[in-house]
């Protein structure tokens, strides 16, 4: 079965400094992997995806994720973290033996303190 | 234009009740999904329709019954109200079901059952 973990509950980061949130996945076959950000009080927002290519992938706000196939991982980076990214992130795995349904992680509260 | 909406914002009601939530998009996407966020943050999807078919149904009481009147909408009719029902149910849509588009959630529905 398809799945995707995020180990860390929280992560605190000070302002300016570069930040990681980490996902590691199972699936059968070719990962198809997001980022989505929730901000307090508000729906979910995709940031980036990794479907085939590159390992390195650019999304919104400056983040990226960085795909590594042998350690099945797919960590959201930032070079410089903003107050303002201060939110919680999920990564998520398609599950292609299951009408396609995106798995998600639990979720990270990403802190970014002054 | 708000690409994903959903109402109410706020549902408080009682045990036993029945109520609908509402969505709407506006971004001619043919696939729309039901999620449950409960109090930890982890997120269950519940339905998805493609282009008006029900593609996914998820391990969920029939209490909690989907209906699309067009592709644009989808509706989450909730009979019998108990209080495990509580939580923020978000709506969401994608171009397709098959590629991996990216989803586009709704703002939420906080619904509280007391």
């Not at chain 2, 329709?49 to 149904?57: A, D, G, Q, T, V």
């Not at chain 2, 019954?65 to 495990?84: F, Q, R, T, V």
Request: proline share 5%; glycine share 6%; hydrophobic share 35%.
């Amino acid at each position: 079965a398809q799945s995707v973990a995020q180990p860390e509950d929280q992560v605190n980061v000070a302002e300016g400094n570069p930040l990681t949130v980490k996902c590691t996945y199972s699936v059968s076959g070719n990962p198809y992997l997001f980022w989505y950000v929730q901000y307090p009080n508000r729906g979910l927002q995709f940031l980036l995806k990794y479907i085939t290519g590159d390992n390195l992938v650019k999304g919104s706000y400056g983040f990226e994720a960085e795909f590594n196939k042998s350690q099945t991982s797919f960590h959201l980076k930032k070079p410089s973290a903003l107050v303002s990214d201060s939110a919680l992130y999920f990564c998520a795995v398609r599950d292609m033996d299951s009408n396609y349904q995106l798995i998600w992680g639990a979720g990270t509260k990403l802190i970014i303190k002054p | 234009d708000t690409a994903v909406s959903q109402t109410p914002k706020y549902l408080v009601t009682q045990m036993g009740n029945d109520k609908s939530i509402k969505c709407e998009q506006n971004l001619g996407h043919d696939t729309m999904y039901w999620y449950k966020q409960d109090s930890k943050k982890f997120l269950k999807i519940m339905f998805s329709y493609n282009n008006k078919e029900l593609i996914i149904n998820e391990t969920v009481p029939n209490r909690f019954s989907p209906k699309s009147p067009d592709k644009a909408h989808l509706n989450l009719h909730i009979n019998s109200l108990e209080l495990g029902d509580s939580a923020v149910y978000f709506c969401a849509s994608s171009q397709d079901l098959v590629e991996s588009y990216e989803q586009y959630f709704g703002p939420g529905t906080r619904l509280t059952v007391t």
